[in-house]
């Protein structure tokens, strides 16, 4: 475990429980399990299912399968994220008070499956398909991959073009040949974008740091399905390359974000407090990068 303490921003936010004293291990996956107490209000019938389930519980009408683990922290966590419910819990709360604090979450956590549904629905609509002429989003705009293998540009190389006109889609010219598998392509154009994440990344971080009166260490850059970013106290900042779709002020909502938290390491008022300081407008930037889903990349 390490000695540095770590604050994440996930794609996906999910509400804190809180949770109470002693023991026992989860059971096993089981039938569904009927909550002892009314619900306050009635859930849709429907069935979700992680695909790393443990546990399950019948919420009102709802199905919940879920993953569950036990980890040293003081509260039972909640999060509903592409794969379905997950659950976390320290290692001296019963079963029963997971359970219990299920239930009371009941409203959130189907309405959040439901929503998560529609979402990949929405995505899957929007799904690339990698070949010559591909869109992708870049920056809040367009970009436009074209295959070019002439002599001009060399093999594997991509060259940036921006737009005439505020219209156009931007074009990158892929040193590929019209052949080239949709594999080829999609990591072309992601090795690309990735690389102009790490360099608009770190200019956005040399930016606010002053601001904030912090000094970061390290940035690398993730891959993960479900979160935008994290601190860690020593300094070390990790970013969702993924953002560089996103227009800039989005982008520096999230730099931002991370970059408060090596002032507070919580996200308590004075952790608001702290990105506001910098960013004034900062909860129209969240909303935006809570309500504005990103096609798949695959």
């Not at 009927?34 to 619900?39: H, S």
């Not at 002032?263 to 809570?290: G, I, N």
């Amino acid at each position: 475990m390490s000695r540095f303490m770590q604050l994440v921003l996930d794609l996906f936010e999910a509400p804190q429980s809180q949770a109470a004293p002693p023991l026992p291990t989860p059971r096993p996956l089981q039938g569904p399990h009927q909550p002892a107490e009314p619900l306050a209000h009635v859930l849709p019938k429907a069935q979700f299912t992680h695909p790393r389930a443990t546990r399950r519980i019948l919420l009102g009408a709802t199905d919940v399968a879920y993953a569950f683990r036990r980890g040293k922290r003081r509260t039972i966590g909640m999060a509903v994220g592409p794969d379905g419910l997950e659950v976390s819990a320290p290692t001296w709360v019963t079963v029963g008070e997971v359970e219990s604090a299920l239930r009371q979450k009941a409203d959130w956590i189907s309405r959040k499956l439901i929503e998560m549904g529609e979402r990949h629905a929405q995505m899957g609509a929007q799904r690339i398909v990698w070949c010559d002429g591909v869109v992708v989003p870049y920056l809040g705009g367009e970009l436009q991959a074209v295959l070019d293998s002439s002599s001009a540009l060399k093999k594997n190389s991509a060259q940036f073009e921006p737009a005439q006109d505020g219209l156009a889609p931007h074009t990158l010219r892929l040193g590929l040949p019209l052949h080239a598998t949709p594999e080829q392509i999609r990591d072309a154009v992601q090795a690309w974008l990735m690389r102009q994440a790490k360099t608009l990344f770190t200019e956005r971080l040399h930016h606010f740091a002053p601001l904030l009166n912090v000094q970061w260490q390290r940035l690398s850059l993730s891959s993960a399905a479900t979160r935008w970013g994290s601190a860690s106290s020593s300094g070390a900042i990790r970013l969702n390359w993924r953002l560089v779709h996103h227009k800039l002020d989005v982008i520096d909502y999230v730099v931002a974000h991370e970059l408060s938290h090596l002032r507070v390491m919580d996200h308590s008022p004075r952790f608001w407090d702290t990105v506001k300081a910098v960013m004034p407008d900062y909860a129209e930037r969240r909303r935006v990068l809570k309500n504005e889903p990103l096609p798949p990349w695959n």
